[in-house]
């Protein structure tokens, strides 16, 4: 029978969604953070309900060829152990098997999108403030159990990780609980928007700060936003402290409130795979954002209407829209599930929130079936509930895992799908 805290030797069967290690003992699965497959342990059981156990490592005994290191404490690297080639593997074989057991059918799926970098990919990242009197920034540890104080983040722009450094060197004196978190912006050519979220729009600390950030060539701005609910990090209310609140990347606008994709590179590389399996000559880009996928598609030919409800991304995308003169995009201020029942299209693009697409959206999809559907998600468990519910009128052409998140165990995936004929 198995106990808790009691020791066994396993081998590990495979990876689950999450990358944690699995293993059955006594005819029961047990998950392991940090493992991988076909690697030879001795665990500790540290949780036992009636369906399944949670072990952590105590020793490997056999390692895989397909390890690099061991877990990382942080909870943001929490593939950085497995090599690259295998995370990419990996992603494609869990989404082929969740998009196989939610639609009941063999999915074909293609091999993952990469650009190849592993490492300081990320253009915006936000640092947690420690509970302490002095000014030091951190990461979560895995299964958010505390902060560590971190100066050089494998996946932060070079830059942002001088400036973190820098900032956590000089321990600038601060009251406890009074500024929460730092987040940091850059574009391509590593100029740098910092947003401060406090309080209050003074805090003791914050001149010293200022002065910091100011005397740094690439910080282009700084603004200072009020944290009104717990579980969202910025608040509406921000002040521009230094510089300007906004940034520029190619065609695109950037600000502390505005959407944008993390990776870049990846961003680029999925945007150009959508742009080949559009259908024109009317596009309906919904859930927007800046408009970072719809000018992507920018085509005279093309008629792109972009259906948005947050008013400082429709804000930026109007700005975007005049000074390039793109004269044939139109943007519609509402939610996506209220205004799409009222548009006809022949490609709609959706590239919604964690929580996937309201049902009232899918009716509305269901309703208008346009000839070409694309969707791009971050949550691969609402994205095959989605696409169950759409499997009458729409049919799957092509599936793209995207490795927007190198060394997480976070999913991007693009899908293709094809209106049916009626």
Known sequence: MLKINNNYKVKILNLDYKGDGVTKIDNKFVYIKGLL??????????????????????????????????????GSLNLYHLSFNNQLDWQKDITKETLNKVLNKNVSVLDTITDLAEFNYRNKVVYHVMDENVL???????????????????????????????????????????????????????????????????FKGLEELINILSNISNVKGVTINIKEYREKILGSKSKVLYGMNLLKDNNLLINDQSFMQVNFGVMDLTYSLIKEHVLGPKIIDAFSGVGSIGFSLYNENYEIIMLENNLANIKLANIIKNENNYYNVKIISGNAEDEIINLDGNTVIVDPPRKGLDIKFVNALKEIKVERFIYLSCNLQTLA??????????????????????????????????????
């Open 37 to 74: 497959k076909d690697e030879v342990a001795i665990i500790k059981l540290t949780n036992l309900n009636r369906r399944f156990g949670v072990g952590e490592i105590v020793e490997i005994i056999e390692p895989s060829i397909n390890r690099r290191a061991s877990l990382n404490k942080l």
């Open 136 to 202: 030091k920034l951190g990461l979560y540890t895995n299964n958010n159990e505390k902060l560590v104080v971190v100066n050089d983040f494998l996946l932060a722009n070079k830059k942002v990780n001088e400036i973190v450094k820098l900032i956590n060197q000089n321990e600038i004196k601060i009251k406890k609980n009074k500024v929460f978190n730092l987040i940091f912006k850059n574009n391509r050519i590593n100029e740098i928007l910092v947003t401060i979220v406090a309080d209050s729009f003074e």
């Open 385 to 422: 509930r989605d696409l169950k519910l759409l499997e009458n009128e729409y049919e799957i052409d092509k599936v793209y895992p995207i490795k927007m998140f190198p060394q997480t165990n976070a999913f991007e995936t693009l899908v293709i799908l094809n209106g049916k004929k009626r």
